[in-house]
């Protein structure tokens, strides 16, 4: 008998599994539309692979890019060793572009199209026809320059391609500063503002470069423009730097100069002249001529010179010419110009000028009342009653010799007939400040004296840093505060000679600074009071120097030393680059450069023409010979410069292998007298990354 329920059980339990596992399956028309999706999801995939892919390439061209634009700024910014003043260095930014274009191609990224860098509010086409661009910028440092570097760059893409994208701008910037200026002793007047064997010097713009000014004339002596007149746009700077322990001494500075105007004395025979043990003599000028200078002899070791006419009268009446007047024209004498001014730091970091106090130093052609109550003079421009130095005549203070007899310990004694001359400091008249800034405010090569957009304090050279410039930048590693002084020769074509010291003002310092106006006699009463080891109007710590330049004028016609700069140990093993210019009138090598903390014979740079002069190197000095000095060097930058490595132990050049703790550089040779030449200096440093 068959088992019919059963069977009929299992063929229900079979229907029912089949009809299962047709219900798990898809229909063929889902399965269709599962591989579309699929398809187009292995597309987006894709896709978003080579997005990562492309994004990871951009992320490292991106990398690249910004090491080579920071490698293209600081090789860039090199270039620009020429902007060591204001307005000096357009001329350089080409050079700068070319070399930032070098390091961006060694580093595989090749452009075209270099400028340079346009108004960031509104670039215009600029970016349409240009992939990179660079900018000039002052430096966080007063003597630094910055430059400034943008590129777009298109970076190849892989994968992006597939959504219509071929390439994908990329930008970096970066910004680097170079500080190559060395800031040069301004003459050797010492701590106590005493003449010695040099003072500084301007030619007016009218005259030939020839005479010893490279930058200051206009045009050259055939009557093209001074191509070197754009380095400096006219204007000589000087840094006057204020140690901390001054400021917890003192407010005020006082900021002096020497003989600011153009104007000889028609006086120049039967002058009497002291020695500093007292003694009387009559003298003359060798050159009756009121056009020259006349510096007269004394006789005396301890006081060797007497000034009587600092100036030289020169020019034609013809722009760029060389030559001189037949006779004195007080129309040819120069008008300088001495602003003084601060940097005070933004909120940025970067620097802004504020303008102090604008003086003329006059000519005789222009206002002789003041160009001969200055000269000859110490004067701080402006000065009130309360702050000018009192009359060493015996009305304020005793005559010269019974104020140094009157001294504790002096050896003095008052001659028959006293130095009696000086009669008090000279009034001086200064400009209104916010109207000459205003009326000279833009950038140098567009002919502006000043960059400042205010003045602050009282308009003269005496500055009260507490009230007056608050804000002053002070640098961060040193403490130093500093000022500013700009001597710009603005018509006429002679020559002037001045000279500048800054120290306490008398309001606060009292006698202790007090010392006569009349240069002579202030020579003979700081002096005095040296042998008497007494020093009198000390500087504090004050130092002026010139910013990278200095124009300069020989005093001495012996072997002097000439202090040029102080460099600390952190300098050991740079290169130190020094051009003079016009070394003639006498002048003689050989030319020798040394420390002041090394023995000569452990290490020194000499030059030598080969015994043209009045020695070798080895015969005068006992060392070897670097190069030529190239002296005499008559209306042209002495070539080749004179170039030498800081000395270091770890040198790899046996004379330049020593310890070196910093010191002074002195430069010791024979200058000419009265002649006049101009120093540039710069020393090798690296630069630096500041954004």
Known sequence: MVNRRGSMM????????????RGNQPPQQERGQIIVILA???????????????????????????????????????????????????????????????????????????????????????????????????????????????????????????????????????????????????????????????????????????????????????GSPNPAYSELYGAYTYRISIPPAFRSAYNKVRVELWDPDT????????????????????????????????????GDSSNPVWFVAGDENRGTGTVGACGQPSSYDPNRNTRTLFRLFYYRQRDDGTLEEVDLAYYIGESDGTDPTEAAATDMHWVSPGAPASERMPAFDGSQRNCVFAELAALPGSTFSVPPTDLCIDTGEPVTT???????????????????????????????FIVDLATEAPDIYEDPNTGLAQLFLQVRALSGASENGFDLWAGPARSEAGSGVEAPSDVNARQVYLLGARSLDLDFHNSQGVGVFGLGHLPMNAIA?????????????????????????????????????????IPISDWSACYDDNGDGYGTCQSVYGVSRRGPADIPNSSRWQNPPYIFTVPSESATDPQDRAPFYGGRLIARYRPGTNDTYGWRMTLESRPFLVH
């Open 10 to 21: 299992n063929k229900w339990n079979r229907g029912e599994t089949d009809n299962q596992q």
């Open 40 to 222: 187009v999801a292995m597309v987006g995939l894709l896709v978003a692979a080579g997005l990562a892919v492309d994004a990871g390439v951009l992320f490292m061209r991106k990398a690249q890019l910004d090491r080579a634009v920071d490698a293209a700024a600081l090789a860039g910014v090199v270039e620009l060793r020429g902007a060591l003043a204001p307005g000096g260095g357009t001329d350089e930014l080409p050079s700068a572009h070319a070399r930032g274009m070098q390091l961006l191609a060694a580093n595989g990224i090749v452009l075209t199209g270099a400028g340079d860098c346009p108004d960031p509010a509104n670039p215009g086409t600029f970016w349409d026809t240009h992939e990179y661009c660079g900018e000039k910028q002052p430096g966080t440092v007063p003597g630094s320059v910055r430059y400034a570097v943008e590129v777009h760059w298109e970076s190849e893409v892989y994968f992006m391609q597939l959504v219509g994208f071929d390439t994908i701008p990329l930008i970096s910037q970066a910004t680097a500063e170079y500080i190559p200026v060395v800031d040069i002793y301004a003459s050797d007047t010492l701590q106590v503002g005493l003449l010695r064997t040099s003072s500084q010097s301007v030619f007016g713009p009218d005259i030939c470069p020839d005479y010893g000014d490279p930058f200051s004339p206009t045009h050259t002596s055939g």
């Open 263 to 298: 104007y000889n004395s028609p006086t120049r025979s039967n002058i009497t002249v002291y020695q500093l043990n007292g003694t009387s003599l009559v003298r003359s000028c060798s050159n009756s001529d009121r056009k020259d200078v006349c510096l007269l002899d004394t």
């Open 430 to 460: 200064v400009e209104n400040c916010e109207s000459y800034r205003a009326a000279h405010y833009g950038p140098p090569e567009s002919g502006g004296y000043t960059q400042a957009t205010e003045c602050t304090g009282d308009g003269n």
């Open 557 to 597: 016609d012996y072997e002097v030393d000439i202090p040029l700069t102080y460099l600390g140990p952190e300098f050991a093993g740079q290169q130190m680059t020094i051009e003079v210019y016009d070394q003639d009138a006498g002048a003689l090598d050989p030319i020798l450069f040394y420390f002041d903390t």
